[in-house]
């Protein structure tokens, strides 16, 4: 008898899978390189286009603003339009925004450009994150995810180095003409990927929704920059209403408020969102240690933080690999190492190698954590709409950034030493209610089967009997309290389907038969 060869448990990709990975990951490059690459150039640039010193600071406010409040109305349109051709779109207008901005004349002129460009890479991350969802087989998807953020994740540590040398060196402007050849190789690709797009999702958009949508986290990231100005907070609240307001009555939501019933899609994004405040914090404590503390120079303090780079980006592939099972013990997990690693960092001394020590072990643990926050993300909801979810996704985790520096310290004096003790609390305390909401549900684990022998007893007795009543009660209990094992349990729509092709509301994380 022939012995068959083993199927490989994962299939490798094809060639449009391929041409999607490498066009996502180029794209998330040049969107975290142009995020962080100009930050040390800002002194150059406002002296060569002789700008303001409080209209400076907006070429890169007004870039994040712009990418983190689109985010939700971007995964959406990919959704409804098809993620092929809203990435197109996206990756087309990153680039000739890049150009515009290479050779803006003056301020006004480059702050303008850099919204637009925002725009575009509010289009490239949730939208091609979603594409590369639907183009991989199922068990390959969360790999080929984590290559491309940690692609993402080394321009995001290297790329204010590499602003300041090409802007100290050869121009500021030349951050921008980086990218416009890999972005041109980004467009090829996502041409040669295969189109996806949500079949129930209707024909047209919700205008309300979108405009609330994108109102609420401009108001809150223009909130974490100026604390005490409330009214932005305000804003964020009145918006957030009429938001929920508008799904609930919308026949075609931007966002199905049902997405945040799923536990623990919301557990992973709250998470990954502490995370990368964490992160932001770590990359402007440790540079001003070394610089400000310890007297180092800005090109050795960049080059002592080429081995906390490298960790980091190293986390995105790792989180690829966790499966969907494990990612919110494994997110528990990777918090509790930061916040130790965080606050070790303030005991380790000025410019000494157990702070380079500390920050590699931080930096590790997050890179691993802000990854699983999209890796993980993606395979608990509805494949369909995984470009909504990956927008709602990305625009808490870069809403929620600015609320790293504020932990810090960072601008409450000039005598003030920033801290990350602040930071090393918050990922701690995130890591403590992971870990009791995975205790509650699997603590409570038996009583399901003790139930279950109950009924069986009950039918012998009749359906009348005590043990049908004491199924009903008791397995409702188990049932509401056991939702990882049920939801985080591997059984989401990116990995598997409920059978005669219906998708069961256990799956979506919404209720059947309604909307949210």
Request: aromatic share 6%.
């Amino acid at each position: 008898m022939p012995v068959l060869p083993k199927p490989e448990p994962y299939p490798h990709l094809d060639a449009q899978a391929r041409w999607a990975l490498t066009a996502v990951a180029l794209g998330a490059f040049c969107v975290q390189l142009d995020s962080f690459a100009l930050t040390p150039a800002l002194p150059v640039v406002r002296a060569a286009l002789h700008g303001s010193a409080t209209a400076t600071p907006w070429v890169v406010s007004g870039y994040l603003l712009a990418a983190g409040s689109l985010m939700p109305l971007a995964g959406r349109l990919g959704d409804l339009y098809g993620r092929r051709r809203m990435l197109t779109a996206g990756l087309a207008l990153f680039g000739v925004t890049a150009v515009l901005c290479a050779l803006a004349p003056s301020l006004p002129l480059l702050v303008a450009a850099r919204v637009v460009q925002g725009a575009g890479g509010a289009l490239i991350m949730p939208v091609g994150l979603a594409l590369l969802t639907r183009a991989c087989p199922p068990g390959r998807g969360r790999r080929a995810m984590g290559r491309a953020l940690g692609l993402a994740g080394l321009a995001t540590v290297c790329g204010p180095f590499l602003g300041g040398v090409l802007a100290r060196c050869v121009s500021w402007r030349a951050v921008f003409w980086l990218t416009v050849p890999l972005v041109v190789v980004a467009v090829l690709g996502v041409r040669r990927a295969a189109e996806s797009r949500d079949p129930d999702a209707g024909a047209s958009l919700d205008v309300v929704g979108a405009v609330a949508a994108t109102g609420v986290p401009a108001c809150l990231a223009r909130w974490w920059e100026h604390v005490a100005a409330w009214g932005w907070a305000v804003g964020a609240v009145l918006l957030g209403a009429l938001f929920v307001r508008a799904e609930q009555r919308s026949p075609a939501p931007l966002v199905d408020l049902a997405l945040f019933r799923n536990r623990p899609y919301v557990a992973l994004t709250v998470a990954g969102a502490v995370a990368n405040s964490a992160t932001v914090a770590l990359w402007y404590v440790v540079p001003w240690t070394l610089q400000q503390a310890a007297g180092w120079s800005v090109r050795d303090a960049g080059v002592a933080l080429v081995v906390p780079a490298a960790a980091l980006a190293v986390g995105g592939p790792l989180a690829g690999r966790v499966r969907p099972a494990a990612a919110v013990p494994v997110m528990a997990v990777c918090l509790a190492v930061a916040a130790v690693a965080l606050a070790a960092t303030t005991t380790c001394g000025t410019g000494t190698p157990a702070l380079l020590m500390a920050a590699t072990g931080a930096a590790a643990a997050l890179g691993v954590a802000g990854g699983l926050a999209l890796t993980g993300t993606q395979a608990v909801v509805r494949r369909a709409r995984a470009g909504e979810a990956s927008g709602v996704t990305k625009a808490v985790m870069t809403t929620t950034a600015g609320a790293g520096l504020a932990l810090t310290g960072a601008g409450a004096g000039s005598g003030t030493r920033p801290s990350l003790l602040l930071p090393a609390g918050a990922c701690l305390a995130t890591a403590v209610a992971l870990v009791l909401g995975l205790g509650l549900g699997r603590g409570l684990a038996p009583v399901r089967g003790r139930t279950s022998a109950r009924t069986r007893r009950g039918r012998g007795r009749g359906a009348g009997g005590r043990g049908a009543g004491g199924f009903r009660d008791g397995g409702l209990r188990a049932c509401g309290l056991r939702w990882w094992e049920r939801r985080a349990g591997g059984h989401g729509v990116g990995e598997h389907r409920a059978g005669a092709g219906q998708t069961s509301a256990r799956q979506t994380g919404r209720p059947s038969g309604r909307r949210g």
